[in-house]
């Protein structure tokens, strides 16, 4: 069984399920010759050829626009954005089109589709690079938003977008694509959509993430066993639909919560879980609930960068806080 890093496993995915269903089709711009602007195509235009590994135009809204055509004709497409701060372009498509076209035609069409884009910051990239914007698109119904925290999840919750009826926007974290290698079995095995994953038990406090920050999350959480306080990860994995009942589950057994996210802070995914906690398990509450955010203002470049991006110590910071309140 291979080590393999994030991006690879995104290719791991592709490949499977290329090779088992003629209609997956990957399109981009620069996904065959060069294999994707970070590798996560290398290969697939040679072995599956260029008519079913296509190269785009720089042309966002075309490239949704063109991906919701084959969907709407049984076809499945995997379309990239190369950042995700290059998506806006396509956001006439994805939620005007995409997102409706279920309900716009009363079941008659369906868009098994996939829109992948890497995001998040932590790479030292220029402006438009480093958005965490998850929570634009989760707001949207219609779509299913996943974002992939490891090597194995991606591959699992990749298969499982791909064979998914309806839209699903892939949101990659690059800050880890290559720092951490995962044993991962091609067997063609889906992770669930829809569902989050326990990372690590405990009955202290319930640290809550998803993408790139479940890495600084897993290291508070190291650091906290040492403090003596034991830290439940919640690896949010799907960020819509929400699978709110298994962090409810484990802040009525921790009875504290904190929320870890790069994105900005104000209308954020971490406020609406927060409000979910607030709204559904307040009475298990022994704590006021905890954010740790990116900050309300535009990333900035990188010599700052890691200035804006949550670190360990604001984590530990604020679940010690947290961890005050008996």
């Known amino acids: 069984m ?23 089709v990957a399109l981009g711009e620069d996904v065959g010759v060069n294999g994707g602007v970070f590798r996560a195509t290398d290969g697939l235009q040679e072995r599956f050829g260029a008519d079913r590994v296509i190269d785009t135009p720089l042309a966002e809204s075309m490239i949704a626009g063109v991906s919701i055509g084959m969907a709407s004709q049984g076809m499945k497409p995997v379309a990239e954005i190369q950042f995700m701060g290059f998506i806006f372009p396509a956001a006439d498509q994805i939620i005007c089109h995409m997102a409706r076209m279920r309900h716009r035609t009363r079941g008659r069409l369906t868009l098994p589709m996939v829109m992948r884009a890497p995001f998040g910051g932590g790479i030292h990239a220029p402006e438009h690079h480093s958005e965490s914007t998850e929570a634009l698109f989760a707001h949207i119904p219609g779509l299913k938003v996943v974002i992939p925290s490891n090597p194995s999840r991606a591959y699992g919750l990749m298969l499982a977008a791909i064979r998914d009826p309806d839209p699903v926007i892939f949101l990659e974290p690059k800050r880890v694509y290559r720092i951490v290698k995962h044993e991962v079995e091609d067997n063609g095995e889906e992770y669930p959509l829809g569902c989050s994953f326990v990372d690590r038990e405990g009955t202290d406090i319930t640290l809550i993430s998803w993408g790139a ?3 600084e999350t897993n290291q508070a959480a190291d650091q906290l066993a040492k403090e003596g306080i034991s830290a439940e990860v919640i690896d949010v994995a799907t960020v819509s639909p929400l699978d709110i009942d298994t962090i409810l589950e484990s802040v009525a057994k921790t009875g504290r919560a904190l929320i870890v996210q790069e994105a900005p802070k104000a209308g954020s995914l971490g406020s609406e879980i927060a409000a979910e906690i607030a709204e559904k398990g307040v009475f298990n509450l022994l704590a006021p609930i905890g954010r740790v955010s990116g900050y309300d203002t535009v ?11 949550p670190t360990v110590d604001r984590v530990l910071e604020e679940a010690r806080r947290i961890m005050e309140y008996k």
């Open 2 to 24: 291979p080590a393999v890093t994030l991006i690879e496993a995104v290719n791991m995915a592709l490949a499977h399920e290329m090779e088992q269903d003629k209609d997956v």
């Open 213 to 215: 920050m479940l890495h």
């Open 299 to 309: 990333m900035p470049y990188y010599r700052l960068e890691k200035q804006y991006m």
